[in-house]
């Protein structure tokens, strides 16, 4: 048969020419062939020896058969991603299965803080000093952070805020749980309220939270002592042990600050089921809050509104105490602030003004104003002279109206003519105590000083209490780097110069020197474990100081002039006027500055019952601005002990309450106070 040309596709040629190639070994003559990789339509010549059918059908089978490398490979990735797909079903249903039903659970169920109110605090006979009233703050929820951030523009302008002010929140925040809602707003108005409530659906990330606010029915009564709370700062936070968590809110000072952790309680947690829009539509398990513990304090309502109602119009402080036992009965500064404006969160502004006002509202008067105690002091000088046997006990000395010391002129108020120890107190001679203040010596009065209390803290529990000064030999060294000037000894001698008291020193000075020495531990909570200090005080010493003190109340020629003594009440009491500047800069000036006036009184005159001590700044003299409100809360506290219910006393302003017992009915008034006070 004689050979043919045919022209085929490159696939089938391929074939064709492997076939022929290497199945025809018996081709004969005549057969031609080009390479099949000389492209599509090659020519080449078929062998004659075979049919021209046979060799179509062997090209057409080996076009349907795919490479076995190929195959193996679409093989291994088909199994790969099966295996893959089996890992991942494998992986959510065995190793995920709790974090994915977490996360579901938190699509329906949320969970909502309960938080626990503070406790009350009740004055020594059960009446209400601070409790809570009922409030509302907004939630932000941030499960979702991506919604949350899409929705801040909306939620600042409906809850009147700024978008600083709610990221500010958000920041404040970042190292607690995701899932943790936060207080974003914590007083929500009516209309934060009616906001929350219309949004729901689309704003699904806000919730109302119910809290307790804090309340302080009668203001800025005891402010000073009771002290206010606020929101807990990030240093409070990082230093808690997550115990505290940000939006908490804290005592920030006074005996809110002193007893937080009993206060405080354990906040609780209800978990609601909610549906798509946020709404709740039914309730899971709920672990209620614990509530915090109320604390009964040492102060007497009454005596407290009698000395409230004497300072109204006045700068300074006062503390009153059982001096038996140490007991606070009552507290004073002034000027001071009102707790309430606390009790949400107070505006930047506000909160400027109180500290930098000049007048100081934010100072505790009674432990903190560090300032001369004047003639108080020479109750310490009294007690040093006699006990430390250096000047006899009889010694006497001639008062023209001053005193040459140390090439310097000292002066005294009156010229008192020969003047004995009972004299010198009665009467406040500062010649004589000047004389007293030079023989005894610096180190000696330091001595005295230090050891009735003065200069070191009382140890009462509340925060910053200031230890105040008495200045000595070493104190100048240290301080000042020289030696001490012997004509400072006499300025001391008087309390002034150097040495600064604070009116609760003073008031346990004074109660030390009429007991024998013992120096109790004032404290405000009722019931509280204390320890007292001893600085032994002989019998004979007592006696002739606390007549002294007797004589400046009830004898004509007290300081006082007898206007401040009660009928039927062994009081007594020592003034001070204390000068804010010396005599030479008085002069520089050209006028001179008021002083301060002190009054520390007790009763009965030995071992007494109450010990009072009264500062009133820039008020002169101490006999007719501090004495009579001593005297008041002394005639309050005698006439409460014996049942009396005559409410008149010396107090120029106010109108005190007087206050029932928790739960047992109405607020009553007393009637107006009046004056019987003069002047000196």
């Known amino acids: 048969m004689r050979g043919f040309r045919v022209r085929a596709p490159r696939g089938v040629a391929t074939a064709l020419w492997r076939v022929a190639d290497t199945g025809s070994p018996k081709s004969g003559a005549g057969s031609t062939c080009s390479s099949p990789e000389s492209g599509a339509g090659s020519t080449w010549s078929l062998p004659e020896s075979r049919p021209r059918g046979e060799y179509l059908a062997l090209s057409l089978q080996n076009e349907k058969r795919l490479p076995q490398g190929r195959l193996a490979v679409v093989s291994y990735f088909i199994v790969g991603m099966i295996a893959l797909l089996l890992f991942g079903f494998w992986k959510l249903q065995i190793i995920d299965s709790d974090r994915y039903a977490q996360m579901a659970e938190r699509n329906r169920v ?52 700024t978008l600083d002010e709610v990221k500010q929140q958000i920041d404040a925040a970042k190292s607690m749980p995701k899932f943790q809602p936060i207080v974003i707003k914590p007083e929500a108005s009516p209309s934060d309220i009616a906001f929350i409530e219309s949004h729901r659906a689309d704003i699904p990330v806000l919730e109302m939270l119910m809290v307790h606010r804090r309340r302080y029915p009668h203001g800025d009564m005891l402010a000073s002592a009771i002290g206010y709370v606020g929101e807990v700062s990030a240093e409070q936070v990082d230093a808690s042990d997550n ?37 709740e539509v039914g309730r899971l398990e709920q672990q209620d809050a614990i509530p915090g513990k109320p604390i009964q304090l040492t102060i007497d309502y009454d005596l407290q509104a009698i000395a409230e109602a004497d300072f109204a119009t006045k700068e300074g402080a006062l503390v009153a105490m059982d001096a038996r036992t140490g007991e606070v009965l009552a507290m004073v500064s002034r000027p001071t602030f009102d707790p309430n404006d606390f009790a949400i969160r107070i505006p930047p502004a506000e909160w400027a003004h109180l500290n930098t006002d000049p007048e100081t509202p934010l100072i505790n008067r009674a432990i903190q104003a560090q300032l001369a105690p004047g003639s108080v002091f020479k109750v310490v000088m009294a007690t040093a002279m006699l006990e430390s046997k250096a000047i006899p006990a009889d010694y006497t000395v001639y008062c023209p109206g001053y005193a040459n010391f140390y090439g310097r002129t000292f002066h005294c108020d009156h010229a008192h003519g020969s003047v004995d120890l009972h004299k010198g107190i009665v009467a406040s001679c500062d010649v004589y105590f000047y004389n007293v203040g030079k023989l005894l010596g610096i180190d000696r009065i330091d001595q005295y000083a230090t050891g009735l209390g003065l200069g070191r803290r009382t140890g009462i529990d509340l925060p910053g209490e200031e230890p105040g000064l008495v200045p000595s030999e070493d104190w100048v060294e240290r301080v000042y780097h020289h030696k001490w000037y012997p004509g400072s000894t006499i300025s001391v001698a008087i309390g002034q110069g150097a040495v600064m008291v604070t009116p609760i020193q003073l008031m346990r000075m004074i109660g030390a020197v009429a007991n024998g020495g013992d120096l109790v531990q004032p404290h405000l909570l009722k019931n509280l474990t204390t320890k007292a200090d001893h600085f032994p005080i002989s019998d004979d010493t007592v006696q002739q100081v606390t007549d002294g003190m007797w004589g400046v109340v009830n004898e004509p020629d007290g300081t006082t002039s007898g206007q401040i003594k009660l009928e ?49 700044q820039a008020g002169g003299w101490g006999s007719t601005s501090a004495a009579p409100i001593v005297r008041d809360v002394v005639k309050a506290y005698y006439d409460k002990k014996s049942g009396k219910k005559d409410l008149t006393y010396t107090a120029k302003d106010g109108k005190p309450a007087i206050v029932q017992p928790y739960g047992m009915g109405p607020i009553a008034q007393a009637d107006p106070v009046k004056s019987d006070a003069k002047e000196r």
């Not at 809570?132 to 801040?152: I, M, T």
């Open 243 to 279: 115990s505290l968590k940000p939006g908490d809110t804290v005592g920030k000072s006074g005996l809110e600050r002193q007893y937080n952790e009993t206060l405080m309680g354990t906040d609780g947690m209800r978990r609601v089921i909610v549906n798509s829009i946020g709404k």
């Open 568 to 616: 039927n009440v062994d009081f007594s009491g020592k003034t001070g006027t204390a000068q804010v500047e010396s005599f030479d800069l008085q002069n520089k000036l050209g006028k001179k500055l008021k002083e301060n006036g002190w009054f520390v009184g007790l009763a009965p005159r030995r071992n007494p019952e109450i010990v009072v001590a009264a500062l009133v």
């Open 110 to 161: 949320r969970s909502i803080p309960i938080n626990a109110p503070r406790g009350s605090m009740l004055d020594r006979e059960g009446r209400v000093l601070v409790d809570n009233y009922p409030s509302f703050s907004v939630l932000l929820l941030r499960d979702a952070p991506e919604q949350v951030d899409k929705l801040l523009p909306q939620i600042a302008d409906g809850l009147s805020m």
